[in-house]
């Protein structure tokens, strides 16, 4: 009783303070991929009422492939100083109804924490036409952290910002320090 009791305080204290968490959905592959296991993506969260709550699948939000409702996903949470993996723990997948008192209450935190928005004010707004609000509980089990790295490629996206540099900027960056001596 007293190992459950403190694995459960670890999963919170590590969540909560971990600014990403990686986690693997259970849920159906993408198109193609069909006998392979889903990776795990690193997402930011906030953890609120006993749940790491995540907010995604809408333009401009992080992807949340494989993370269905009622279903299961396994939750690494790395240590904030160290950034090695600490944690790793299994969740039940929750979606959160628009307007409901849990969904008002989990996008209140998640706004906050929420950088860079398009919208600022009308974020929730959005958020409840064209995004899910999910919460990942946890269901009470840790699981054995590996030995090995898990490295692995980066996953594919069309977010990227790998271009050449213009054939002007090197003669523009040496002016502006010639004339600062």
């Known amino acids: 009783m007293t190992e459950k009791l403190l694995d459960q305080a670890l999963v919170e204290e590590a969540t909560k303070k971990s600014g990403?968490?990686?986690?693997?959905?259970?849920g159906e592959p993408t198109a193609g991929a069909q006998g392979q296991e889903l990776p795990s993506r690193?997402?930011?969260?906030?953890?609120?009422?006993?749940?790491?709550?995540?907010?995604?699948?809408?333009?401009?939000?992080?992807?949340?492939?494989?993370?269905?409702?009622?279903?299961?996903a396994v939750v690494t949470v790395r240590s904030k100083d160290k950034g090695g993996r600490l944690v790793s723990w299994s969740a039940k997948v929750v979606e959160l109804t628009p307007a409901s008192?849990?969904?008002?209450?989990?996008?209140?935190?998640?706004?906050?924490?929420?950088l860079n928005a398009p919208d600022g004010e009308a974020m929730p707004e959005r958020w409840a036409r064209e995004c899910r609000v999910l919460r990942?509980?946890?269901?009470?089990?840790t699981a054995e952290?590996?030995?090995g790295s898990l490295a692995?490629?980066?996953l594919p996206t069309p977010a990227t910002?790998?271009?050449?540099?213009?054939?002007?900027?090197?003669?523009?960056?040496?002016?502006?320090?010639?004339?600062?001596?």
């Open 136 to 141: 990942l509980e946890p269901s009470g089990t």
């Open 161 to 181: 910002t790998r271009q050449p540099i213009p054939a002007a900027l090197p003669r523009l960056l040496l002016k502006k320090k010639r004339k600062r001596h």
């Open 152 to 154: 692995e490629p980066p």
């Open 20 to 26: 990403l968490i990686w986690v693997r959905g259970a």
């Open 101 to 114: 008192p849990e969904w008002e209450a989990a996008v209140a935190e998640l706004k906050g924490k929420r």
């Open 145 to 147: 952290l590996p030995d």
């Open 42 to 72: 690193a997402l930011w969260h906030v953890w609120h009422d006993g749940a790491a709550c995540l907010v995604g699948d809408g333009p401009g939000e992080q992807p949340l492939p494989g993370l269905v409702d009622g279903g299961g």
